[in-house]
């Protein structure tokens, strides 16, 4: 697999020493914009977390300490964006490199102009008439926390308002009427949280569940359910889900996985060349005949709540869908492959006896392979400081599902 110095072009801009630069011009305009003259410059920068395309279009999100007169340090969170990654609203430089036309789009924290409703939920008087909206009035103060952001796709917050905790997930706008129906749909037949508000803007407000993750049980060695409970789970997915849109099976991603870690985190020729073949043995192996059932889209300890090992509560049903049951068992084995303790394999080991009384092996394992690959970009997408042992790790895990058939 070849990589060009212009299909990494705008990764190198981001992460290389003119990252610098290009947040130090946003900020400070941002603070003549608003009047600001307490900073004083920036301290440091550093990439957070890096989304990348085969196209090469590349996302950073940054965390930025700023310098103030008084010597104190404030921290930003920035995000720069290239290509088909750059969202409509985005405020855009443009230049060129190397002769060559180049486009970087930019915004702070909380002004996502893909999720507009973000900059509403940490703005307490806003919050108030959402919460308000949805039966809630309360007398304490509010506080506010980031679960997750993944800049212009969605962003956690949790809410805690007195007695009230609660959650509030934002997505673009575009995407609201689909989480709609598939909270409405699930949380009617499953411990999936329901909705308590919306608003047009993205904003989905939904109440915390009872429980602690299924990542946490496996931690702190609790009580898990069986693999004839997470069947169970899965057969209560109402059928109308099927009627939503589909997304694609395991096996016709791996040659996307396989091309962004060429981009990013495979520098040397021979191990981009082996992460393509074991790409094409995946995407090559066969398919077999699966009906097309509603499914989750991205079933994974971490998505479960559990008390005493029930399962009290299922979550991120964004994905939710028509599918192949297949990927479901295959997300969760990748997932419990990659984390890679003694419980995380003992968990596996029985899920995997489970699944293979209704699955052929050689359907089976290349799509957990697949899983496994795309679980590979995840430690130079977070900047993991180990990412690159790491990534080697994930690939030679995905090699073992793929051949221990």
Do not use: C
């Not at 090469?56 to 290239?82: F, I």
């Not at 931690?219 to 898990?224: F, I, T, W």
């Not at 303790?341 to 009384?357: F, K, S």
């Amino acid at each position: 697999m070849t990589v060009t110095s212009s299909s990494r072009r705008d990764l190198d801009v981001l992460l290389g020493d003119s990252a610098r630069d290009l947040v130090g011009a946003v900020l400070d305009a941002a603070a003549r914009s608003t009047d600001d003259t307490d900073a004083t410059g920036v301290r440091s920068v550093r990439p957070a977390a890096v989304t990348v395309r085969p196209s090469g279009a590349t996302l950073v999100r940054y965390a930025v300490e700023l310098n103030r007169r008084d010597g104190s340090v404030v921290r930003e969170t920035l995000v720069a964006a290239t290509g088909s990654l750059i969202p409509d609203g985005a405020a855009v430089v443009a230049g060129e490199l190397d002769g060559e036309p180049m486009k970087v789009g930019l915004w702070r924290w909380p002004h996502d102009p893909a999720l507009p409703a973000l900059a509403h939920v940490v703005d307490r008087d806003r919050l108030r008439t959402v919460l308000a909206y949805a039966g809630i009035t309360p007398t304490d103060r509010i506080t506010v926390h980031i679960r997750a952001y993944r800049p212009a796709r969605r962003a956690v917050l949790a809410i805690t308002a007195g007695p009230h905790r609660l959650f509030a997930k934002i997505v673009p706008p575009a995407s609201l009427p689909g989480l709609r129906t598939r909270h409405e749909l699930v949380s009617a037949r499953l411990p999936a949280p329901e909705l308590l508000a919306t608003t047009d803007d993205g904003l989905a407000l939904m109440p915390a569940l009872p429980g602690s993750s299924a990542r946490a049980a496996l931690r702190d060695g609790h009580r898990l359910p069986d693999a004839e409970t997470l069947e169970d789970l899965l057969d209560r997915l109402p059928a109308d889900l099927t009627t939503l849109s589909a997304r694609t099976d395991h096996r016709r991603r791996a040659r996307h996985y396989a091309a962004v870690l060429a981009l990013t985190a495979l520098p040397e020729e021979p191990d981009r060349s082996r992460v393509a073949a074991l790409a094409d043995a995946i995407s090559e192996a066969g398919p077999g005949e699966h009906p097309v059932v509603p499914v989750h889209g991205d079933f994974y300890d971490n998505q479960l709540l559990l008390r005493e090992g029930t399962v009290t509560g299922l979550l991120d049903i964004d994905t939710a869908g028509p599918g192949h049951r297949l990927d479901d068992w295959a997300t969760f084995l990748a997932h419990l492959a990659v984390l890679d303790t003694t419980t995380a394999r003992g968990w596996a080991r029985a899920i995997l006896r489970h699944v293979e009384t209704r699955f052929a092996p050689d359907e089976l394992r290349p799509r957990v392979a697949s899983a496994v690959l795309g679980l590979a970009t995840g430690p130079f997408r977070t900047q993991r400081p180990d990412w690159a042992e790491l990534t080697r790790h994930r690939v030679a895990v995905a090699e073992q599902w793929l051949n221990d058939r």
